[in-house]
């Protein structure tokens, strides 16, 4: 049966959503590569949720959200260590909302224009989110 446990031990939470984020990522170029726009799309908005739920698990165990940017705002107010970074959170916080929709439209299409995945992305959008999230993960390292 499925079971759920979660490590206490941030630093190691820490480098797994980290290791999880440049996977992603890497998965997302891959596919940007191949022209798989739609996967591009899914895998860059999924490196970018992870990179975020890094920085938040050096704090406390990221909710199971595809959205956490109120969660990185949160500890921001909270935890005065994160106030020099301040404009980079919450930007990212911004941008990891932003991109959350992508999460529904590159799983189930748009049921409002009944478009699939695939018919939805185009090269340009998925050249977009793919840098965006290599921008962040560049940031996060410096």
């Known amino acids: 049966p499925f079971t759920l446990s979660i490590d206490e031990d941030p630093i190691r939470e820490f480098e797994f959503r980290l290791r999880l984020a440049k996977d992603h990522l ?3 170029e891959r ?9 591009a799309v899914h895998y860059a908005q999924l490196s970018i949720e992870n990179s975020t739920k890094a920085i938040i ?3 406390k165990p990221p909710t199971w959200s ?3 940017g109120g969660e990185l705002l949160k500890l921001i107010e909270e935890r005065k260590e994160l106030k020099k970074y301040k404009n980079f959170l919450e930007e990212l916080s911004r941008v990891v909302d932003e991109v959350s929709k992508h999460y529904g439209l590159t799983t189930y299409g748009d049921i ?7 018919e939805i992305y185009t090269r340009e959008e998925a050249k977009k989110l793919v840098l965006k999230a290599k921008e962040i993960l560049q940031k996060r390292d410096k």
């Open 57 to 59: 698990a050096l704090f």
């Open 66 to 68: 595809y959205r956490p």
């Open 26 to 28: 890497e998965t997302a």
């Open 112 to 118: 409002e224009s009944l478009k699939t995945p695939k």
């Open 31 to 39: 596919s940007f590569n191949i022209g798989l726009y739609s996967v």
